[in-house]
Nanobody, 122 residues
């Protein structure tokens, strides 16, 4: 059993910053890729950023240069720093974990958090 718990999020004005944190607990010995997806109501979930145990990262083109993902393997935590936020970043953000190395599609992530709302609005 693996549990994924997110924290952070909230509301911010355009150009502002927010951070998200996630802790994975339980049978974590098999966890490989971790990261974040997001979803807007009525749309499919999309990759934001993911990271492997070795530190290899993948970002959506829409967040490159603005978001930074980092990982603490010893404590099974992943962090997403979001800067220069835009209204189009508004979504529910989900922390994910997988037994695969660094999958890029949501279907390859077996473990999901409950989601946290990020709202960017003036």
């Amino acid at each position: 059993q693996v549990k994924v718990d997110e924290s952070g999020g909230g509301s911010v004005q355009p150009g502002g910053s927010l951070s998200l944190s996630c802790a994975v607990s339980g049978q974590t010995f098999s966890i490989g890729g971790m990261g974040w997806f997001r979803q807007v109501l009525g749309k499919e979930r999309e990759l934001v950023a993911v990271i492997s145990t070795g530190g290899t990262t993948e970002y959506s083109d829409s967040v490159k240069g603005r978001f930074t993902i980092s990982r603490d393997n010893a404590n099974n935590r992943v962090h997403l720093q979001m800067n220069s936020l835009k209204p189009e970043d508004t979504a529910v953000y989900y922390c994910v974990a997988s037994r695969f190395t660094i999958p890029l599609t949501p279907g390859r992530y077996e473990f999901w958090g409950q989601g946290t709302q990020v709202t960017v609005s003036s």
